[in-house]
């Protein structure tokens, strides 16, 4: 088990609340911001939620304070989901009350459900039919009976593409296969470059050694026929040769088509190349829609989505990796009913109607999709429901539960050395496997 030595946790706790402006975890104080002003007495639950916070963010916990008259101070958590998920343990494991709600990735539950409240009970109390829910994510959600976390929004992974630049160049529509997207990518860049732009790039995702690696990989290999690393059955099926060919072409990519610093790329990383106009095509959650069609975004009408690519093979598909994140209340909360309060404000369908049309946050409440303010601000909601109902990939965080963190890390480990050179898909295939073997046995 690879696990950070405490003092990097710990620097991390420190670091995310002075961040946030709040004082070390012993002494928390509100900050109040975002939050309406708190009534004489009222009570404060505190959340840690997105690592940089924008409007839609702010305007989501400002109703839903205003709604439970409840004071909600939001403290800033770590960008990365590894990351996140190490901090999390950490005040978990020292069973602190500073923080009542997190936002907990769809990948935890098995890891985190004994640090958390059955939320079940509090729904009840507050008549909401957990119907309404995509009823996939409450299973995912659901532990031995305890619905560990409220659907708060869902993800998947999609292909944005530069519609001008593509018009440009004679391409017609946007690649169906990885080596279409490789064609036109080649030829966008080498053109844009010739214009006198050198840091243009074909392809921008995310390549560094963290959890958001794991999703784009699993996107690649599943595209390919390879399998989904351990299958529902427990049956560890990584090492085939679709899944090697998978990764021998992304690393293909690195230094050709993408730039060399993928190999260390998060999200952001990629979008700040795209945001910029300096890439052909990128892989990314859908977050990144609103914010490439703000007013002040040089790429705005310029780009659309569509599914990811599909690989090679008789069994070649379409993958787009399942994410998103859930409002969890911990155990340990001395406030345990006000936060259960707030979680289900955040996660009903104001509080996503909000960060639905302000941020392109996929809803997890299937009616959203037919809000005409929803989508009227992301068309490409209704043009890919099918993959935000319940297409999408997931990793194979259920059947793998609480090792499912280890599992991740052995997997985005070995596939980062592939694309830094360091081996080739068919040893990555095999180191896995045989790590996968000793982890789960
Ligand atoms: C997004 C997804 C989440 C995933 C993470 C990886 O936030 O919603 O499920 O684990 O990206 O970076």
Same mark, same amino acid.
């Given at each position: ?26 002494? &928390? ?17 505190? $959340?840690?939620?997105?690592?940089? &916070? ?33 901090? /999390? ?10 923080? =009542? ?7 935890? &539950? ?53 519609? =001008? ?32 732009? &050198? ?10 050694? /963290? ?58 990383? $990629? ?17 990144? /829609? ?24 008789? =069994?070649?598909?379409?993958? =787009? ?18 936060? +259960?309060?707030? +979680? ?24 959203? /999709? ?21 297409? +999408? ?40 496997? $045989? ?7």
């Amino acid at each position: 088990m690879q696990r950070k030595p405490l003092f990097v946790i710990g620097l991390f706790m420190l670091a995310a609340l002075v961040l946030a402006g709040c004082p070390a975890p012993a002494a &928390p104080a509100p900050t109040g911001e975002a939050a309406a002003p708190a009534e004489p007495g009222a009570v404060t639950v505190q $959340a840690m939620l997105a690592s940089n &916070p924008r409007e839609f963010d702010n305007a989501a916990v400002a109703y839903c304070a205003e709604q439970t008259g409840i004071n909600i101070e939001v403290i800033n958590g770590p960008e990365s989901a590894t990351d996140r998920l190490a901090l /999390y343990l950490q005040f978990f494991g020292a069973q602190s009350g500073d923080i =009542d709600i997190i936002q907990m990735d769809v990948i935890w &539950p098995g890891i985190l459900a004994e640090h958390l409240v059955d939320l079940n009970p509090y729904l009840e109390q507050e008549g909401v039919d957990i119907g309404m829910y995509f009823d996939r994510i409450v299973q995912n959600n659901t532990v031995d009976g305890a619905l560990t976390g409220l659907p708060w929004f869902t993800d998947a992974g999609i292909l944005y593409y530069r519609s =001008d630049l593509l018009e440009k160049y004679g391409f017609d529509g946007p690649p169906e296969t990885w080596a279409e997207l490789d064609e036109m990518a080649t030829a966008i860049q080498e053109g844009e470059r010739a214009e006198g732009n &050198p840091d243009f790039w074909g392809f921008v995702w995310q390549g560094n050694s /963290y959890e958001g690696l794991t999703c784009d990989a699993l996107e690649w290999q599943v595209s390919w026929g390879g399998g989904e690393i351990v299958e529902p059955d427990g049956t560890i099926s990584i090492n085939n040769p679709q899944a090697a060919a998978a990764f021998d072409m992304a690393a293909s990519w690195v230094g050709r088509i993408s730039p060399p610093g993928v190999v260390s790329y998060q999200e952001e990383d $990629a979008r700040g190349v795209w945001q910029a106009g300096n890439a052909a095509f990128m892989r990314n959650w859908p977050y990144a /829609y609103a914010l490439g069609n703000a007013e002040d975004s040089v790429i705005r009408d310029a780009f659309g989505v569509v599914p990811l690519p599909k690989g090679e093979g008789p =069994d070649a598909r379409n993958a =787009d990796t399942l994410g998103g994140w859930q409002m969890a209340v911990s155990r340990y909360s001395s406030n345990v009913d006000a936060a +259960a309060q707030v +979680a289900i404000c955040m996660a009903g369908m104001e509080g996503q109607k909000i960060r639905a049309t302000q941020g392109s946050m996929l809803p997890t409440i299937g009616a959203l /999709y037919e809000d005409e303010d929803v989508l009227a601000a992301n068309p490409f909601f209704s043009q890919m429901y099918d993959v935000f109902a319940g297409g +999408a990939v997931a990793r194979p965080s259920t059947v793998t539960g609480e090792l499912y963190n280890e599992v991740s890390t052995i997997y985005f480990t070995e596939v980062n050395r592939t694309l830094t050179g360091q081996q080739t898909g068919q040893q990555a295939v095999e180191n896995i496997e $045989a790590q996968l073997q000793d982890l789960l046995r």
